[in-house]
């Protein structure tokens, strides 16, 4: 018995570890580089908002931008009216980022800083985005907990936008590895809880000149059977 407990111990102290080094792997990237200098900086994001255009989103709806960092996806929606949107990044530098720029606007926004695989929310959301934070949940039991609070934290016919590096896109981000996904083995991946609406290939333009390949999906929340 007490040797089982050291193990439980000891297994624990390597998530925390894991856990501990990918957030100050992520404080270190947002303090040394500048917006422009980080390949997923967009000056508009423009597929995002192309889905939230395309689900004709009620201006009420409980949207949540998970690894939203320091991007302009707030500043988009809150300059399109939306007024219920929490932004969620492991980088506490991040965020601060994001609140400087917006200013006072920066109040009409709900911050979270967490670690998207071990996130757990107060509330359910209308509307769950989620650009290149995915892709970085590479151990299987990561990804479980993702689903798992995807699946109990949008309300049934909710809508999730999740877009990550595609097959043959980077297998690498910021030295970090990643998941590719295929728009066949993301749909799969959240079968049965998600129903498919659509999925797309993205070229994304660096600021370096180069170009990285994603796949973007939208899914529906089914309802649950009872």
Not at 85 to 104: F, H, M, Y
Not at 134 to 148: A, E, G, P, T, W
Request: glycine content about 4%; charged content about 25%.
């Amino acid at each position: 018995m007490l040797n089982q407990i050291i193990n439980i111990v000891k297994r624990f102290k390597i998530m925390d570890q894991t856990n501990l080094n990918r957030k100050e792997h992520w404080e270190n990237i947002y303090q040394t580089k500048d917006l422009k200098d980080v390949s997923w900086y967009q000056s508009t994001p423009t597929t995002s908002l192309a889905f939230v255009k395309e689900l004709n989103l009620s201006f009420t709806a409980k949207i949540i931008d998970v690894g939203g960092g320091d991007s302009f996806f707030v500043d988009c929606l809150l300059k399109l009216g939306y007024r219920n949107i929490t932004v969620l990044d492991i980088s506490k530098r991040a965020i601060e980022k994001a609140k400087k720029r917006l200013g006072n606007k920066a109040e009409k926004v709900k911050w979270i800083i967490a670690d998207a695989a071990n996130f757990y929310p107060t509330e359910k959301y209308d509307f769950w985005h989620d650009r290149a934070a995915f892709h970085f949940l590479i151990s299987q039991s990561d990804v479980k907990k993702y689903i798992n609070t995807t699946v109990n934290h949008i309300v049934e016919e909710g809508v999730m936008v999740i877009g990550t590096f595609s097959v043959g896109g980077p297998k690498k981000c910021s030295g970090v590895d990643i998941q590719q996904y295929s728009k066949t083995s993301m749909t799969q991946l959240f079968h049965p809880y998600f129903e498919k609406i659509k999925c797309k290939s993205v070229n994304h333009e660096t600021p370096f000149n180069t170009v990285q390949h994603f796949t973007f999906c939208s899914f529906k929340r089914m309802k649950m059977l009872y």
